[in-house]
């Protein structure tokens, strides 16, 4: 599934149904955060959810992002949800964590907002 989060959190819920999972939980949260960045000003008709898209790192533990820019050639930052990494590098304690990467190379060539 591929759109605007409004929609993809539709068809995931409609798919949750009729495949009885349990789902509910997580769309809740998902459309929490896209209610919040819209409160925020962020023009939520502008992101692309895809259940396709993943980081290629096994510590990420949920939620993960990419922010582009048509001028740039990759990805501009990159992150998300890495709560069991601390404890993996021997924390004694859970650490809920996110966190991201920002390439300067794409963010200069981009010069500004598009």
């Known amino acids: 599934m591929r759109g605007g989060p409004d929609d993809v959190a539709g068809e995931l819920r409609a798919l949750s149904t009729d495949a009885q999972l349990a789902l509910t939980p997580a769309l809740d949260l998902f459309e ?6 819209a409160a925020r000003g962020v023009d939520v008709r502008a992101i692309e959810f895809s259940t396709a898209f993943g980081r290629g790192f096994d510590y990420y533990t949920g939620f993960v992002f990419e922010l ?9 930052v990159a992150g998300g949800r890495y709560d069991g990494l601390l404890s993996r590098l021997g ?24």
């Open 91 to 114: 924390a004694r304690e859970p650490i809920p964590a996110v966190g991201f990467a920002a390439s300067i190379e794409e963010l200069s060539a981009c010069g500004g907002p598009a």
């Open 68 to 76: 582009h820019d048509a001028r740039a050639k990759g990805a501009l």
């Open 32 to 37: 929490t955060r896209t209610g919040f960045l």
